[in-house]
């Protein structure tokens, strides 16, 4: 069964520290993994992740794949209360079919 | 550009009453996701569908739910008759085109259903 595991479940930070979320995945026919963040309402799209050891970067977040190791990172830089939230995994596999995983609750305190 | 829109944002409903929600996705989007959400838990896929046909409803509560996508646009989803375990909130998401590796999906606001 196709299955995508998140960790930690939840942390809390201080405003300026940097965290670093993982996402491992046992996924039959992968085609990307993806990034989310939820606030209390629609998940939105961070980044897509296709070919390993590429780092994706915007502002104060990156991600990378491993492939061969079927896991991924997402890392956020100087945090801010802003960054609170849950960061969604999730991998598409052939079809278009998405699995998510169990989320990571970060939350950051001034 | 318009996002994907869904309807009621909340609803509250006894056990064993019916409900539906109604999804208008991204236009042009040719894949549309229906999730359920239990608080503290990520997205659980429904039923997918690429315009309107089935591509994945291994994990629809058949006996009770119900999706349909007429015309390839909007989406329906129906629960009858409703339990509580069924609260949660319900994601409508939809994507340009399935088999392409370069598109991801957007979400709709959501559908807080309450059972009681």
């Known amino acids: 069964e196709d299955k995508v595991v998140q960790s930690p479940l939840s942390l809390v930070v201080h405003e300026g520290d940097t965290v670093t979320l993982n996402c491992s995945y046992e996924?039959?026919?992968?085609?990307?993994l993806l990034w989310y963040k939820q606030e209390k309402k629609a998940p939105t799209f961070l980044f897509m992740l296709t070919s390993s050891g590429i780092e994706k970067k915007s502002g104060r977040l990156s991600s990378i794949l491993d492939k061969k190791e079927l896991f991924s990172i997402l890392n956020i830089t100087a945090t801010q209360t802003g960054d609170s939230a849950v960061y969604l995994c999730a991998v598409e596999s052939q079809g278009g079919k998405l699995i998510f995983g169990q989320g990571t609750e970060l939350s950051v305190k001034p | 550009e318009a996002g994907v829109a869904q309807s009621p944002r909340y609803k509250i409903i006894e056990k064993r009453q019916s409900v539906a929600f109604w999804c208008n996705p991204i236009s042009g989007h040719a894949t549309l996701y229906w999730y359920q959400q239990i608080l503290g838990q990520g997205p659980k896929l429904l039923i997918q569908?690429?315009?309107?046909?089935?591509?994945?409803d291994s994990q629809l509560p058949k006996d009770r739910f119900s999706a349909e996508r007429l015309k390839g646009v909007d989406s329906t989803l129906k629960i009858q008759p409703a339990k509580l375990e069924d609260s949660a909130v319900y994601l409508c998401?939809?994507?340009?085109?399935?088999?392409?590796?370069?598109?991801?999906?957007?979400f709709g606001q959501g559908t807080r259903l309450t059972v009681v």
């Open positions: 996924v039959t026919n992968f085609r990307s």
């Open positions: 569908f690429q315009n309107n046909g089935v591509v994945d």
């Open positions: 998401a939809s994507s340009l085109f399935r088999g392409r590796s370069d598109t991801e999906a957007f």
